[in-house]
T-cell receptor
Framework: KAGVTQTPRYLIKTRGQQVTLSCSPI?????VSWYQQTPGQGLQFLFEYFSETQRNKGNFPGRFSGRQFSNSRSEMNVSTLELGDSALYLC?????????????FGPGTRLTVL | EDKVVQSPLSLVVHEGDTVTLNCSYEVTNFRSLLWYKQEKKAPTFLFMLTSSGIEKKSGRLSSILDKKELFSILNITATQTGDSAIYLCALNNNAGNMLTFGGGTRLMVKP
């Protein structure tokens, strides 16, 4: 089975712009979670989608949003980019999103905001 | 607020050494504790622990969870340079598929 894929792998934007990142889960996985990783804050949970519905949300401002499509692919959007949004954005998929599911991570999208 | 603390922050050892990485937590009602290895980008899954006192093993790596004392350890025996990575501990709470990560332990194994 192919792993979790994320596109693009690298992105450079300027402050005030918006960005959309894409995540394709492992085939058959219905839960997709997004995480932000920075040197200062480590890995932090953004949100989780299951069956096209946001099921959990982390402590991030409303500029961060996401959605999931019927084929379980997910996108996250960050509007009005700030310098502090520079980070590695990771998505993870799991079969059903139960607490005892293993989450498998994609390679991430490295976002740099100038 | 849920809290996961890993120690040490970083560790330098030589090939062949045995290392023990620690993960302590202040989390109520979690369902599973996971260990991941992160070398370049994607964290790769190592272990999931759900029950206290049951050791999970995979080759030179092993891990155990103590729910009474609120910690987990990851042991690596006969370390190799390929074990150099950041090791992450995460808890999955009861509210769904949301992982709370510790800050990680950076392990460097010298030849």
């Amino acid at each position: 089975k192919a792993g979790v894929t994320q596109t693009p792998r690298y992105l450079i934007k300027t402050r005030g712009q918006q960005v959309t990142l894409s995540c394709s889960p492992i085939s058959g996985h219905r839960s997709v979670s997004w995480y932000q990783q920075t040197p200062g804050q480590g890995l932090q949970f953004l949100f989780e989608y299951f069956s096209e519905t946001q099921r959990n949300k982390g402590n991030f401002p409303g500029r961060f949003s996401g959605r999931q499509f019927s084929n379980s692919r997910s996108e996250m959007n960050v509007s009005t980019l700030e310098l502090g949004d520079s980070a590695l954005y990771l998505c993870a998929s799991s079969p059903t999103g139960r607490e005892t599911d293993t989450q498998y991570f994609g390679p991430g999208t490295r976002l740099t905001v100038l | 607020e849920d809290k996961v603390v890993q120690s040490p922050l970083s560790l330098v050892v030589h090939e062949g050494d045995t290392v023990t990485l620690n993960c302590s937590y202040e989390v109520t009602n979690f369902r599973s504790l996971l260990w991941y290895k992160q070398e370049k980008k994607a964290p790769t899954f190592l272990f999931m622990l759900t029950s206290s006192g049951i050791e999970k093993k995979s080759g030179r790596l092993s891990s155990i969870l103590d729910k009474k004392e609120l910690f987990s350890i990851l042991n690596i025996t006969a370390t190799q340079t390929g074990d150099s990575a950041i090791y992450l501990c995460a808890l999955n709470n009861n509210a769904g598929n949301m992982l709370t990560f510790g800050g990680g332990t950076r392990l460097m194994v010298k030849p």
